[in-house]
């Protein structure tokens, strides 16, 4: 049942210079039609709907135009545009602590803020012990509420306005309030007041707030809606915004995108996932791919440091015994010869601006969505995709409802020296136990890069725990016989397919992962996504 419904809703206001040049040269300059009137729009055509028990979280910048909508959404201003259509009473929490006088007590406030918002005498006689407990104002009853602070002005309005049970109910940065204890209290109060079945809208600046207490999210900024939908996505999306990860455009693109449909959503955007796209897109077939980290490429990514391409999760030298494989990366980038690796493949080299452009070639035509995690997409868009390419850990997947697969991790500290050259080769091997590290990394040799700067990664072997870097996957005896469990019930999804060094708990240099990557994309996709199983 829709409870609340916001169709191209636009507020307008008009700004003029009436307070500068006062009444009378008001009215002259109107005479003479030499007044200037300026407008701003708050909002713009923003249009959503809420069902009953949804509880919506409204972000967005300062000035994003949040605040305004709440009050034409409460039916306190009406909008410039388009309409509102509610279902039931609606409370609003805009301004706590507006309202109140400040000469009288805090027990007179309680009963004038309650008549204010339709109670009755009776009903606050009922209920005035319980919201002073609440408001944690037992010793402050008959002292002048001016004398209180704000955060207990606060606290006051928020226990009287809770007590309603609303069919609507608008909270605009009220769970804020108080210290820590008596925010969690408001919040316990609001769960209370949603599984009552009110359909609920908060704006608040915490986005941990949001992803924890709403369903729902409407992203404005500068008045303009920028995407309306599930609250663990787009809190996703917004928090990249936020630190600079993603710009506005990427995120609208970022959203498009995960509203469309596709014969295969591939989940890491690692060397095997990229070739695997590659090879379906090749075919015809629509690709979205996502990945957790921020980035694409996997532990291939590269960053540019002083003009040095910086492998920023180890050194990554591509060798390989197969023509076909070497040909398929030089497609994509020029592979410098590379030497002193010890390597007896036939061939041997390095991209000379890193792996960056090969992973974008390889991509390219594909959807790609960074900085989102596997579940979140899964629960928000359950028929996103005919079929999943599974190349995150295999555990994972299934909650780790059988145990966790073992990894061997790894540490890496990078520093920018002020030097031309360091140990004068790519890589230096640091075996015994003198150096907690086992190797040092200096990334200009890896392929001839120049600059006045050097960069260098010591590489420290770490102990895997819940939540580091799974880079080396322990293939022992008790990791093999649970990669096997987890497999059985891997039968149980026909529609995923599970691959690469996580999706199969094994070791892959780079040629391996592409040819698995081409052998899987040949055997499943030249058969229909729906019928693969």
Same mark, same amino acid.
């Given at each position: 049942?829709?409870?609340?419904?916001?169709?191209?809703?636009?507020?307008?206001?008009?700004?003029?210079?009436?307070?500068?040049?006062?009444?009378?040269?008001?009215?002259?300059?109107?005479?003479?039609?030499?007044?200037?009137?300026?407008?701003?729009?708050?909002?713009?055509?923003?249009?959503?709907?809420?069902?009953?028990?949804?509880?919506?979280?409204?972000?967005?910048?300062?000035?994003?135009?949040?605040?305004?909508?709440?009050?034409?959404?409460? $039916?306190?201003?009406?909008?410039?545009?388009?309409?509102?259509?509610?279902?039931?009473?609606?409370?609003?929490?805009?301004?706590?602590?507006?309202?109140?006088?400040?000469?009288?007590?805090?027990?007179?406030?309680?009963?004038?803020?309650?008549?204010?918002?339709?109670?009755?005498?009776?009903?606050?006689?009922?209920?005035?012990?319980?919201?002073?407990?609440?408001?944690?104002?037992?010793?402050?009853?008959?002292?002048?509420?001016?004398?209180?602070?704000?955060?207990?002005?606060?606290?006051?309005?928020?226990?009287?306005?809770?007590?309603?049970?609303?069919?609507?109910?608008?909270?605009?940065?009220?769970?804020?309030?108080?210290?820590?204890?008596?925010?969690?209290?408001?919040?316990?109060?609001?769960?209370?007041?949603?599984?009552? $079945?009110?359909?609920?809208?908060?704006?608040?600046?915490?986005?941990?707030?949001?992803?924890?207490?709403?369903?729902?999210?409407?992203?404005?900024?500068?008045?303009?809606?920028?995407?309306?939908?599930?609250?663990?996505?787009?809190?996703?999306?917004?928090?990249?915004?936020?630190?600079?990860?993603?710009?506005?455009?990427?995120?609208?693109?970022?959203?498009?995108?995960?509203?469309?449909?596709?014969?295969?959503?591939?989940?890491?955007?690692?060397?095997?996932?990229?070739?695997?796209?590659?090879?379906?897109?090749?075919?015809?077939?629509?690709?979205?791919?996502?990945?957790?980290?921020?980035?694409?490429?996997?532990?291939?990514?590269?960053?540019?440091?002083?003009?040095?391409?910086?492998?920023?999760?180890?050194?990554?030298?591509?060798?390989?015994?197969?023509?076909?494989?070497?040909?398929?990366?030089?497609?994509?980038?020029?592979?410098?010869?590379?030497?002193?690796?010890?390597?007896?493949?036939?061939?041997?080299?390095?991209?000379?601006?890193?792996?960056?452009?090969?992973?974008?070639?390889?991509?390219?035509?594909?959807?790609?969505?960074?900085?989102?995690?596997?579940?979140?997409?899964?629960?928000?868009?359950?028929?996103?995709?005919?079929?999943?390419?599974?190349?995150?850990?295999?555990?994972?997947?299934?909650?780790?409802?059988?145990?966790?697969?073992?990894?061997?991790?790894?540490?890496?500290?990078?520093?920018?020296?002020?030097?031309?050259?360091?140990?004068?080769?790519?890589?230096?091997?640091?075996?015994?136990?003198?150096?907690?590290?086992?190797?040092?990394?200096?990334?200009?040799?890896?392929?001839?890069?120049?600059?006045?700067?050097?960069?260098?990664?010591?590489?420290?072997?770490?102990?895997?725990?819940? $939540?580091?870097?799974?880079?080396?996957?322990?293939?022992?005896?008790?990791?093999?016989?649970?990669?096997?469990?987890?497999?059985?019930?891997?039968?149980?999804?026909?529609?995923?397919?599970?691959?690469?060094?996580?999706?199969?708990?094994?070791?892959?240099?780079?040629?391996?992962?592409?040819?698995?990557?081409?052998?899987?994309?040949?055997?499943?996709?030249?058969?229909?996504?729906?019928?693969?199983?």
């Amino acid at each position: 049942m829709t409870t609340l419904e916001v169709k191209n809703v636009s507020i307008r206001y008009m700004t003029g210079d009436f307070k500068d040049i006062g009444l009378k040269e008001y009215v002259m300059r109107r005479l003479k039609h030499n007044y200037q009137v300026n407008e701003f729009w708050a909002d713009r055509d923003i249009t959503f709907a809420l069902e009953k028990g949804d509880m919506l979280g409204i972000i967005g910048t300062n000035g994003a135009g949040k605040s305004t909508l709440l009050k034409a959404v409460s $039916g306190i201003m009406e909008p410039t545009k388009g309409w509102v259509r509610r279902e039931g009473n609606v409370a609003a929490l805009l301004e706590l602590a507006s309202g109140f006088d400040g000469d009288l007590t805090v027990r007179e406030n309680a009963y004038l803020r309650g008549a204010m918002l339709g109670y009755t005498r009776k009903f606050m006689d009922e209920t005035y012990d319980s919201i002073i407990e609440f408001a944690e104002l037992k010793d402050f009853q008959d002292r002048p509420f001016k004398q209180l602070s704000s955060g207990m002005r606060s606290r006051l309005a928020f226990a009287i306005a809770s007590l309603v049970q609303p069919d609507i109910l608008i909270l605009d940065e009220v769970l804020s309030v108080g210290d820590g204890a008596f925010r969690k209290k408001s919040e316990a109060k609001m769960r209370e007041i949603i599984k009552s $079945g009110a359909t609920t809208i908060l704006v608040s600046h915490s986005i941990q707030q949001v992803k924890e207490l709403c369903n729902k999210v409407l992203w404005l900024e500068k008045g303009q809606q920028i995407a309306f939908g599930d609250a663990q996505v787009l809190c996703g999306l917004y928090q990249q915004y936020l630190d600079k990860k993603l710009t506005l455009d990427g995120a609208k693109r970022a959203w498009k995108a995960l509203n469309g449909h596709y014969d295969y959503l591939v989940v890491g955007a690692g060397l095997y996932g990229a070739v695997f796209a590659r090879e379906a897109m090749d075919q015809g077939r629509r690709c979205l791919v996502i990945d957790s980290r921020a980035h694409t490429g996997g532990n291939l990514y590269c960053e540019k440091v002083e003009g040095i391409p910086v492998h920023k999760y180890g050194a990554h030298i591509f060798h390989t015994n197969e023509k076909k494989i070497w040909d398929l990366v030089g497609q994509y980038v020029e592979l410098l010869p590379f030497d002193g690796s010890g390597l007896a493949d036939r061939y041997v080299g390095v991209p000379e601006q890193g792996y960056g452009p090969l992973i974008e070639g390889l991509l390219d035509g594909a959807s790609v969505v960074t900085g989102m995690s596997y579940q979140s997409v899964a629960d928000a868009f359950p028929k996103i995709a005919e079929h999943i390419v599974y190349t995150g850990p295999i555990d994972q997947f299934f909650q780790y409802k059988l145990g966790r697969l073992e990894y061997r991790s790894l540490r890496f500290e990078e520093e920018i020296l002020k030097q031309p050259d360091f140990q004068g080769r790519a890589i230096v091997e640091c075996p015994g136990e003198e150096t907690p590290y086992t190797r040092i990394i200096e990334h200009k040799h890896i392929a001839g890069s120049r600059s006045p700067k050097t960069v260098i990664t010591r590489e420290y072997p770490e102990e895997w725990i819940p $939540g580091r870097g799974l880079y080396y996957p322990v293939e022992d005896k008790r990791n093999r016989e649970l990669y096997k469990q987890y497999l059985e019930l891997a039968k149980a999804y026909p529609n995923v397919t599970f691959g690469g060094r996580l999706g199969e708990h094994r070791h892959y240099d780079m040629d391996e992962a592409i040819a698995a990557a081409l052998d899987k994309a040949g055997e499943i996709v030249s058969t229909p996504p729906a019928s693969i199983g």
